[in-house]
């Protein structure tokens, strides 16, 4: 069983910068992927970004050269560092676990939700 806790989220204007944070429980947090999911009012839940066991990542398209996703398996923690924030960025921000350890962008092959963290950009 693993547990994730995000945090990081905020208010922002837009053109600021954010760094969300996941803390993951459990032994095997360097063997999983990790990924960032968000959930726009009224949209639903898409794909962010991801790195797998090998610090490999993938981006979705609206934040490639923005966003940048890292891991600290010292730490078992998650980060992902959101430059260039827009008004259309704002969501709430899940992190997630796949114990396959691929780069993986389909929300089934998650096993395992943080409850999220919100972020709100101003214009």
């Known amino acids: 069983q693993v547990q994730l806790v995000e945090s990081g989220g905020g208010l922002v204007q837009a053109g600021g910068s954010l760094r969300l944070s996941c803390a993951a429980s459990?032994?095997?947090?360097?063997?999983?992927?990790m990924g960032w999911f968000r959930r726009a009012p009224g949209k639903e839940r898409e794909f962010v970004a991801v790195i797998g066991w090998s610090g490999r990542t993938n981006y979705a398209d609206f934040v490639k050269d923005r966003f940048t996703i890292s891991r600290d398996n010292a730490k078992n923690t998650v980060y992902l560092q959101m430059n260039s924030l827009k008004p259309e960025d704002t969501a709430l921000y899940y992190c997630a676990a796949s114990p396959s350890g691929q780069t993986t962008t389909f929300e089934v092959n998650y096993d395992y939700w943080g409850q999220g963290t919100q972020v709100t950009v101003s214009s």
């Open positions: 459990g032994r095997a947090f360097s063997s999983y992927a």
